[in-house]
T-cell receptor
Framework: KNQVEQSPQSLIILEGKNCTLQ??????????LRWYKQDTGRGPVSLTI?????NTKSNGRYTATLDADTKQSSLHITASQLSDSASYIC??????????FGDGTTLTVKP | SAVISQKPSRDICQRGTSLTIQCQVD?????MFWYRQQPGQSLTLIAT?????????ESGFVIDKFPISRPNLTFSTLTVSNMSPEDSSIYLC??????????FGPGTRLTVT
């Protein structure tokens, strides 16, 4: 069964600090892994998308890594801002198949 | 990327009534999906909206409860029928392209009283 597990479930950090969110998956055959940011009451917004051959991708202060051998990904947020407070969702797609969603990590950035 | 709009953005409805949500995309897309996100939970796929044919529903979702239309490659509707408080959720339209990039609309927040 395809699964995506994210950790931690929630995280509180101080403004300006860095943090790393984790995503482990068992989706096979692998097509791509995407990280989304979802503000409360809004739709998810794409941060990064990585295919099998990519092991890192950056989008501003967001850097995602992918280890296809261990089936792990991380999302690193640098110099956090209050506006980073949101839910971060890891989504993994199988070849020509549906997407499997993680439950998300809720990040709270405090001043 | 695709720009997706949804109408309405939110609504409060009485139980037993129905609500139709519209999804408009700024470009032609092959794949369109409807998701539900209940409070505090991740997204659950309701169905894949097929252009010109009946939608493909996921386990636990049926056409009588969630009829879907997709008359062309840029537009789809989802109706939530005979609503109950358990249908209170955010409903999201989503599209994907041939590179498996998936985009989401802003969502429709539905509250059933």
């Amino acid at each position: 069964k395809n699964q995506v597990e994210q950790s931690p479930q929630s995280l509180i950090i101080l403004e300006g600090k860095n943090c790393t969110l984790q995503c482990n998956y068992t989706v096979s055959p692998f097509s791509n892994l995407r990280w989304y940011k979802q503000d409360t009451g809004r739709g998810p917004v794409s941060l990064t998308i990585m295919t099998f051959s990519e092991n890192t991708k950056s989008n501003g202060r967001y850097t995602a890594t992918l280890d296809a051998d261990t089936k792990q990904s991380s999302l690193h947020i640098t110099a956090s801002q209050l506006s980073d407070s949101a839910s971060y969702i890891c989504v993994v797609s199988a070849n020509a198949g549906k997407s499997t969603f993680g439950d998300g990590t809720t990040l709270t950035v405090k001043p | 990327s695709a720009v997706i709009s949804q109408k309405p953005s939110r609504d409060i409805c009485q139980r037993g009534t129905s609500l139709t949500i519209q999804c408009q995309v700024d470009s032609q897309v092959t794949m369109m999906f409807w998701y539900r996100q209940q409070p505090g939970q991740s997204l659950t796929l309701i169905a894949t909206a097929n252009q010109g044919s009946e939608a493909t529903y996921e386990s636990g979702f049926v056409i009588d409860k969630f009829p879907i239309s997709r008359p062309n490659l840029t537009f789809s509707t989802l109706t939530v029928s005979n609503m109950s408080p358990e249908d209170s959720s955010i409903y999201l339209c989503s599209v994907s392209n041939d590179r498996d990039e998936q985009y989401f609309g802003p969502g429709t927040r539905l509250t059933v009283t």
